[in-house]
């Protein structure tokens, strides 16, 4: 079936289950990361398949650290509470950017509401469950249960953020700045993940050599960048500022591993 609710190849649609019951086991995942750990060369230098790790007991400090922030702070609607609880149960045991994949999920979140006052609920359940489709790949219906689960809205900016992600694979791939609440959660995506590729550059001590591996990624960054422009007027300017102070150090970064290169 898929994201319409439409049967496929004749089969009935299968039966609505919670999130929670599709549980947690090895599934693929693509995120900024480290080169070493990719399957497709076409993604080289950017996308690194999700890792399975043990269960991490940093979940829980990660929810305690984050749950101080405005948006996730008790009490908390129960919609968000139970996003919570998925997000924290999708997420045990995986790693993203050599992190629990929680506090990901957690920082986005919270890096919305760091720069929107009041930001709608299905905005923040979206940022919290933006990776359930990687996670639920081979269940036909994870955005049925989705919408079963939080509502139409949570579940269409899953998968408009799904539809950015597959993009990115494109030669020159769209840009989209007109539907507010997906534009909200997309940005604050990309600032938390060029946030950490800047951080995981730098903590290897040479930066000219983790660029230099990531042709594909210096390849994006005009991408990254044509976004910021087009997305500034709508944004709040708070955020516009975030997502350009993420933006250039990496562009100066990787235009050192280039002259370098050139030498």
Known sequence: MNANGDTVGG??????????EFGSRPLDHIELARP?????THHAGLFTPLRKGPRHAADR???????????????RP???????????????????????????ALRVAVTIGQHVLTPAQDVIIAALLHDVPEF??????????????????AARIIAALQVEHRALDEPDPPIRVDDQPVLLASTADKIVALTSLLRRAHSTGNATDFFDRRPVLCGLLPHFRAFQRAAHPRLPASMSAHL???LTPLERATARAHGAGAR
Do not use: F, K
Not at 79 to 90: N, P, V, Y
Not at 136 to 148: F, S
């Open 136 to 153: 639920a790949a081979a269940e036909a219906d994870v955005y049925q249960t989705l919408t079963a689960d939080y509502g139409s809205e």
């Open 11 to 20: 089969r009935p649609p299968p039966q609505v289950r919670s999130v929670r």
């Open 36 to 40: 070493e750990l990719l399957s497709r």
């Open 78 to 104: 129960a919609d968000i509470e139970r996003a919570l609880r998925d997000a924290r149960t999708w997420c045990a045991g995986h790693t993203i950017d050599d992190r629990p994949a929680l506090v990901h």
């Open 244 to 246: 350009d102070a993420a």
């Open 61 to 75: 400090t990660a929810i305690r650290r984050y749950q101080g922030m405005p948006v996730l702070s008790p009490p």
